[in-house]
């Protein structure tokens, strides 16, 4: 998976368990077509003698099913052969559609220069609001009990509060958005934890987002936000 994944459970559905790796990637089209086609496109036993392992659909819609495979693939990667759906697709494309075969391999290129910081991650997907408002759900509870904790100790310096960061989100109620991506939080918490013990949700994560998909915070938090934390 990229660096920048995140997990956020609430958003998931019977239909997204196909999407395999890519449910806890940065962008979610996949998700959001098969969410929005219930019964049109569904999984069946994955069989590596049947690449096309899926409910039949429209050609129009297997079409769009294409392109957003494709995009998602410059993004998340390889991680997205982890969907029974996806690959068989690609399985599909590499015997009878060589051409999307070839933007397939392209677009793994491209998401190997995501993966090592070399482009930034496109911010354009329109379910990053509802991601947002869930990380924000999830920051709330955990931003105030890390700030009291830290604020009754005795010794308030950088090195204490990475340390309460890192003991928070190893408590069994740390929230999957912390507890799933530790390595990730502590990269980022680790360059001005007592600046970022002082943010609000909000922003914290909208900051988060920017370090990890390499845009500035500004920009992100535009891309990102809902009309209510515009």
Not at 90 to 111: C, F, H, T
Request: proline content about 9%; overall charge positive; charged content about 25%.
């Amino acid at each position: 998976m990229p660096a920048y994944s995140f997990y956020a459970p609430e958003l998931a559905s019977p239909h997204l368990e196909v999407l395999g790796a890519a449910i806890t990637g940065v962008n979610w089209p996949c998700s959001a077509m098969l969410k929005s086609a219930p019964g049109e496109i569904g999984p069946r036993s994955p069989s590596l003698n049947c690449p096309s392992s899926f409910t039949p659909c429209a050609p129009k819609l297997r079409d769009r099913l294409d392109a957003i495979i494709l995009i998602q693939g410059g993004i998340t990667g390889a991680g997205l052969h982890a969907s029974n759906v996806v690959f068989a697709r690609v399985l599909s494309w590499e015997r009878d559609a060589r051409e999307k075969y070839g933007a397939w391999l392209r677009a793994l290129q491209k998401a190997g220069k995501v993966h090592t910081r070399r482009k930034a991650v496109p911010l354009s997907d329109p379910f990053w609001s509802e991601v947002k408002r869930i990380a924000v759900e999830q920051l709330e509870p955990f931003m105030r009990r890390l700030k009291e904790r830290v604020e009754k100790s005795r010794r308030y310096g950088k090195n204490e509060i990475i340390t309460a960061f890192e003991e928070e989100a190893n408590h069994p109620d740390s929230p999957p958005l912390i507890k799933h991506n530790l390595a990730l939080w502590l990269r980022f918490y680790r360059r001005e934890p007592e600046e970022y013990l002082h943010r609000s949700p909000e922003t914290l994560f909208d900051e988060f987002v920017a370090f990890m998909t390499m845009h500035k915070a500004p920009y992100t938090r535009k891309m990102i936000s809902s009309p209510r934390y515009k």
